[in-house]
C-alpha cells in the first residue's frame, strides 16, 4: 500500500531510533541540530557512528581508489549520422568495507558505492538502461524501493531528466537518453525519488559523469592526471550497517568523510600537475577544502565547464551537488613527501573528532605516464571553452550573459515554515496537488532571465539547483557584492549561505528540444524531500510530459544479459 505524505515524513524517525545518542562533538549553534530553533517543532539530536573503537575507521589508513570507468555495450551512428554509445546498470544491493572488520550493505549501481564513472565525447548521444533491481523495501525506510534518476547538469528531455515523480519501482527498468551537446564538463547521476531522494543518495546510488572534448583535452590534464574525488560522509551502527538521522528534518551529519567510498584515504602521486574533479555526494555536509601546507588550488572548472580565467585560492566553500575542477601542483615535493586535504568546515555544520580530514596525497617518484594519460608542463593563466555548442539553435555562452539581456527578474526566497522548507512559500506538495501543473515561472526557449536566491531561513545554508540551465553569478550581497574568486564558470548549483542573497543569469537553452517542465530544489537533499522544491516549464507545459512520456517498464531481461565492461583502473592507491 502506497504510503502517505505524512508517512514518508516520520521515516527519518526510522533512522533516528537506531542512532538516539547525543553528540558532543558538534558545536550547539541556534537554529541547527542540538538546539530548539526559533521555527522548529522539536528539538533535535545530532548523532555519530555508534561503532566500537576497535571497527572505527583511522584517517589515512586506506588506499585510495578511483571508480571502474563503464564502457558502452553497444555504439555506432543515427540514420543522421551522429554518433551514440549505449550503458547498462543495474541498481542492486552491494557490500562495502567501511568498518574495520565490518561489512556495509549499500544499494549503488552495479551493486558499487559510487558508481562507475561515465565518460562520453561532446556530441555523442548516449543511452542508460537503468534496470531496478533492489528489494521491495528500502535499505533505511519500510516503503517500496523506487528510483528515479538524475543527470545533474545534463540539458535532457523532461522525461529523461529525473523528474522526482517519474519513478521505476523494483522489476522494472527504463531507458535513459542523454544528447551531450554540452560544453566538456562534470556531472553527476544519483537517485532523485521525491521525498525519499536523501536515503536514496546516501544508500549509494551516486556517481560520476563527465562530457569530454578535444578543446579541454588539449588544455587540462588527462588520464591518471585526471581524478575523480566524490566527498561524501556518513554515519554506522555498531553492527556496520548504515545509520540514518536526519534532526527533524533538518539535515544528516556523519562522524566519518569518505572520497570515493574510502574514510580518509592516502592517494600515492607523482610529481606532477593533477586535475581534480571535486563533486560534494553528501546529503547535507558542506566543506570548505585547503592543503595542510596551505599550498594553493587553482580553479579550472565549476558546475558546467571551464572557467575562461585559472584562479588561484587557498580553500573555496563547496555544497552538496556542486562541482569543482582543481589543480594541485605537486611538482615541488619529493618523492616521500606528504600533504592532506583538510575540511575547514563552514558555518552551522555539525563537526565530530575527524570531520576535518578528507584524504592525504603521499608524494611518489616519477615514472612513465599511464597509456591515455597527459600531463601539463605549467598552470595555465586561461582557459578556452570554445564557441557555445549550441549556438547554431541560439544557444549564447553563459559567462557572456549581460543583465540587459533579460526579459525578466524573478526572486526565489528560500524559507522555513512551519517545519516545512519552502520556495516562496510553496513546496512540491502544491505541485502534486495541481496535477504538476503549477510553475514558479514560464520562461521562453532561449530567453534570458535574472534569478535572485534569497535565503529567508535563519540559521541555515541552502544549495539551490536549478535543473536544465547553466548560470553566471553577478552577484552576491557578501563579499563585496561580487561573487567568490572560486565562482568564474557556469554553474547549476548556487550556494545561498546564512541570510545570503545571490543574482544569477541564466539562458533557456534547450538545444533542439522545446522544452517542458523542470524542477528547481535545495541540493540539501533532506531539505528537498521536505518539501523544498518547485517546478517551472520553458515553454509550453505540455511538452515532453516528465512522467507519462515515456513511462518504466517491465523488466524481461536477466541481470547478466548486459555484460559490464569497464576500464582498466590506475595501480591501487593512484
Not at 551502527?237 to 544528516?252: E, I, K, Q, T
Request: with cysteine; proline share 7%.
Amino acid at each position: 500500500m502506497a504510503a502517505t505524505r505524512r508517512d514518508v515524513l516520520k521515516l527519518s524517525l526510522l533512522g533516528g531510533a537506531v542512532a538516539a545518542t547525543a553528540s558532543t562533538a558538534g558545536p550547539a549553534i541556534a537554529g541547527v541540530p542540538g538546539r530548539r530553533g526559533a521555527d522548529d517543532n522539536e528539538t533535535t539530536v545530532v548523532t555519530p557512528s555508534r561503532l566500537a573503537p576497535a571497527n572505527m575507521p583511522v584517517p589515512f589508513t586506506t588506499v585510495f581508489r578511483r571508480p571502474p570507468e563503464l564502457l558502452p555495450y553497444a555504439t555506432g551512428r543515427d540514420g543522421d549520422g551522429t554518433p551514440f554509445a549505449k550503458y547498462a546498470l543495474n541498481q542492486k544491493l552491494g557490500k562495502a568495507q567501511i568498518a574495520r572488520g565490518l561489512s556495509t550493505t549499500l544499494a549503488g549501481y552495479n551493486g558499487v558505492f559510487p558508481g562507475p564513472t561515465i565518460r562520453v565525447q561532446q556530441g555523442t548521444r548516449s543511452e542508460l538502461r537503468i534496470s531496478n533491481r533492489l528489494p521491495a523495501t528500502g535499505l533505511l525506510y519500510p516503503n517500496t524501493f523506487n528510483t528515479v534518476t538524475h543527470l545533474h547538469g545534463s540539458a535532457s528531455l523532461p522525461q529523461y531528466d529525473g523528474y522526482a515523480n517519474d519513478r521505476t519501482a523494483p522489476g522494472k527498468v527504463k531507458n535513459y537518453h542523454y544528447p551531450n551537446w554540452q560544453a566538456a564538463r562534470t556531472l553527476w547521476y544519483h537517485d532523485h525519488n521525491h521525498m525519499l531522494t536523501a536515503q536514496g543518495v546516501y544508500s549509494g546510488l551516486a556517481s560520476t559523469y563527465a562530457i569530454t572534448s578535444a578543446g579541454e583535452q588539449a588544455q587540462l590534464p588527462q588520464g591518471e592526471f585526471d581524478v575523480p574525488i566524490l566527498v561524501s560522509d556518513v554515519m554506522l551502527n555498531a553492527d556496520g550497517s548504515l545509520g540514518y538521522n536526519d534532526n527533524g528534518h533538518a539535515g544528516l551529519w556523519g562522524d566519518i568523510i569518505m572520497v570515493n567510498g574510502v574514510p580518509w584515504p592516502t592517494m600515492k602521486v607523482k610529481p606532477r600537475i593533477y586535475r581534480f574533479r571535486f563533486l560534494v555526494g553528501s546529503i547535507t555536509r558542506s566543506y570548505r577544502f585547503a592543503l595542510s601546507n596551505g599550498d594553493p588550488f587553482h580553479v579550472v572548472g565549476t558546475d558546467a565547464g571551464m572557467t575562461p580565467k585559472v584562479q588561484a585560492v587557498s580553500s573555496w566553500r563547496q555544497g552538496t551537488a556542486e562541482r569543482y575542477e582543481v589543480l594541485i601542483d605537486f611538482r615541488k615535493y619529493k618523492p616521500g613527501q606528504s600533504v592532506e586535504l583538510r575540511n575547514l568546515s563552514n558555518k552551522n555544520n555539525v563537526n565530530f573528532a575527524n570531520t576535518g580530514k578528507v584524504m592525504k596525497f603521499q608524494v611518489v617518484a616519477d615514472s612513465a605516464a599511464q597509456p591515455g594519460s597527459r600531463s601539463i608542463s605549467s598552470i595555465p593563466t586561461t582557459l578556452d571553452p570554445g564557441p557555445h555548442p549550441s549556438r547554431a539553435t541560439g544557444g549564447l555562452d553563459t559567462m557572456a550573459l549581460t543583465p540587459d539581456m533579460a526579459v525578466a527578474k524573478r526572486i526565489l526566497r528560500v524559507q522555513r515554515e512551519g517545519g516545512e522548507w519552502t520556495i516562496n512559500g510553496e513546496t512540491w506538495d502544491d505541485v502534486e496537488k495541481s496535477n504538476f501543473t503549477r510553475c514558479f515561472g514560464n520562461p521562453q526557449r532561449n530567453q534570458v532571465e535574472q534569478w535572485t536566491i534569497v535565503n529567508e531561513s535563519g540559521g541555515w545554508f541552502h544549495p539551490v539547483h536549478i535543473h536544465l540551465i547553466d548560470g553566471k553569478i553577478i552577484g552576491r550581497n557578501t563579499n563585496g557584492g561580487k561573487p567568490f574568486a572560486w565562482e568564474g564558470g557556469p554553474k547549476d548549483v548556487f550556494y545561498a549561505g546564512e541570510n545570503e542573497s545571490v543574482t544569477v543569469l541564466m539562458q533557456f537553452d534547450t538545444g533542439k528540444h522545446l522544452g517542458g517542465r523542470y524542477m528547481v530544489h535545495c541540493h540539501n537533499l533532506v531539505h528537498e524531500d521536505h518539501d523544498m522544491m518547485v517546478q517551472f516549464s520553458v515553454g509550453d507545459l505540455r511538452n515532453n510530459d516528465p512522467i507519462n512520456a515515456d513511462k518504466p517498464v517491465l523488466e524481461t531481461r536477466p541481470e547478466g544479459y548486459y555484460a559490464s565492461k569497464y576500464k582498466l583502473a590506475y595501480p591501487a592507491g593512484t
